[in-house]
């Protein structure tokens, strides 16, 4: 009995496969069975011309009832556009045509599709669309398409680039892309001119060994950011999106560099000054923005550093470190909301040691300026021998840290309320704080203690945005305007 249960048992076994080998492989020539699309449309964004894009995909499903043959998926463009195609494991190869045979599809199943971008370079300045359609042909003669779209841009490609005389960059006619790095000869000096945008590969910064002058306008702003201009997610881009590129770093033999009216976000460390002579200056930094890194937003170590009107916030590290030296803030808006870490540093962190060597500070004054962020406290003073000097002062600022009485290195003041209901965190100054969305504007809000509050002996004439300071300065680098 057992022998002849297992034969029936196989025999059963066979009959239903042959079953569901024959209910699988049911396809259908009929025009009403098409297949569906988990998109019409697959947009690269905006890819820079000879410069691969990113993968992007999409799903092609079979809701029909029967199986699905497709005679051919083909480019209807072949190779003119740059675009490549992997349709469920088969690449669109040139010795193909572009185009793949017999691609089955059987009911109730799906394939996978992936495309990827190198366009060529065209004829024109300033992005450029280009496009493509991705052509399945049915076994009945149905035709059924998925566009591809992009915006391609001729860029300025730089490798390794090193400045070893006096040089200018000047990227207003079309975008410069690093690879690699760019380095600052110690003898020489490199000039960005207004209006200039110098995109950054993953491995790429700028090394300062000599002198960097970046000087932008309040209408015309530079800007260093990643290279990567697509989207990680559909409400995402990766330029909001931390730790595309290495920063900007002042070695040691580094003096006289200025920096203003420039944008600086996207970064692993935003700004780095190593340590040099504390009685020569090592940077200007003015009227800028230093946002979203994914170490230090400024971190100096024994330099001389003057920082004013500068928006400097949301780093997975301290925004502004200070390791000594002689720092000086004026009317700086310092804001720590990091969104990708909940274990984020301090807003400001100041201290008269790195690790086990003391660094005399010398002077770090906060002048009508804005520290604070989610935390409870936001501000890290760090003392370490007695007989370091350890001189700081903070004046017509608002600090997010529990209130210390009877320092008179503290003068007017405003000690955010932590334990306010109403202020449960520092957003509440800023005119957007969306840690979901990862949007932020941190102009003032009409409600926040930072207006009219800056002490107008420190004041300086115009804010971060080249706009007019009135007689009651407000804190922070951007000065709320009134309605009239």
């Not at 604070?372 to 000097?389: A, F, R």
Request: charged share 25%.
């Amino acid at each position: 009995m057992g022998k002849i249960f297992k034969i029936m048992l196989c025999a059963a076994a066979v009959l239903l496969a042959c079953s569901a080998c024959t209910d699988d492989d049911s396809f259908s020539s009929s025009p009403s069975n098409r297949l569906t699309f988990s998109t019409d449309t697959v947009r690269m964004d905006t890819v820079f011309a000879t410069v691969p894009s990113s993968t992007r995909s999409f799903w092609v499903y079979n809701k029909s009832g029967d199986g699905i043959r497709c005679t051919t998926v083909r480019l209807a463009g072949g190779n003119q556009t740059g675009f490549r195609v992997n349709v469920d494991g088969e690449y669109l190869s040139p010795t193909a045509g572009y185009q793949v045979s017999n691609v089955e599809i059987r009911k109730n199943d799906s394939i996978r599709v992936f495309v990827e971008l190198t366009s060529p370079v065209n004829a024109e300045e300033g992005p450029q669309e280009i496009e493509d359609d991705l052509v399945f042909l049915l076994e009945s003669g149905v035709e059924q398409k998925v566009n591809l779209n992009a915006y391609s841009w001729n860029a300025t490609l730089l490798r390794n680039v090193e400045i070893s005389n006096d040089s200018t960059i000047n990227g207003t006619e079309r975008p410069i892309v690093i690879y690699g790095g760019l380095k600052v000869d110690s003898l020489a000096t490199l000039r960005i001119t207004p209006g200039t945008t110098l995109y950054f590969h993953s491995d790429a910064g700028i090394d300062v060994y000599g002198t960097l002058i970046a000087e932008g306008s309040a209408e015309s702003n530079i800007v260093l950011r990643g290279d990567r201009t697509d989207w990680m997610f559909d409400y995402l881009p990766y330029d909001m999106v931390s730790g595309q590129w290495q920063g900007v770093k002042f070695h040691a033999s580094s003096y006289g560099n200025r920096i203003s009216y420039t944008d600086i976000h996207g970064t692993f460390d935003g700004i780095v000054c190593d340590s040099s002579d504390v009685t020569r200056a090592k940077l200007q930094l003015y009227n800028s923005t230093v946002h979203n890194c994914q170490g230090f937003g400024l971190k100096t170590v024994n330099s001389k550093v003057d920082v004013r009107n500068c928006q400097i916030t949301n780093t997975l590290n301290n925004c502004v470190a200070v390791y000594g030296g002689d720092v000086s803030l004026t009317h700086c808006t310092i804001a720590q909301f990091y969104p990708f870490d909940s274990n984020r540093g301090a807003a400001l962190m100041y201290t008269n040691v790195l690790e086990d060597t003391d660094i005399p500070l010398e002077r770090m004054d906060c002048v009508n300026s804005i520290v604070t962020g989610y935390g409870e406290d936001m501000m890290s003073g760090l003392k370490g021998k007695e007989d370091v000097k350890f001189n700081y002062r903070f004046v017509n600022t608002l600090l997010r840290t529990p209130e210390i009485e009877g320092d008179e290195n503290f003068v007017d003041v405003i000690w955010e309320n932590v334990e306010d209901t109403a202020a449960v965190s520092g957003e509440e100054n800023f005119s957007l704080v969306d840690i979901d969305m990862q949007r932020y504007d941190f102009h003032l809000s009409q409600d926040s203690p930072a207006i009219d509050n800056g002490a107008a002996d420190y004041s300086l004439p115009d804010d971060r945005d080249g706009k007019t300071r009135d007689a009651s300065p407000d804190m922070g680098c951007y000065e709320f305007i009134k309605e009239e």
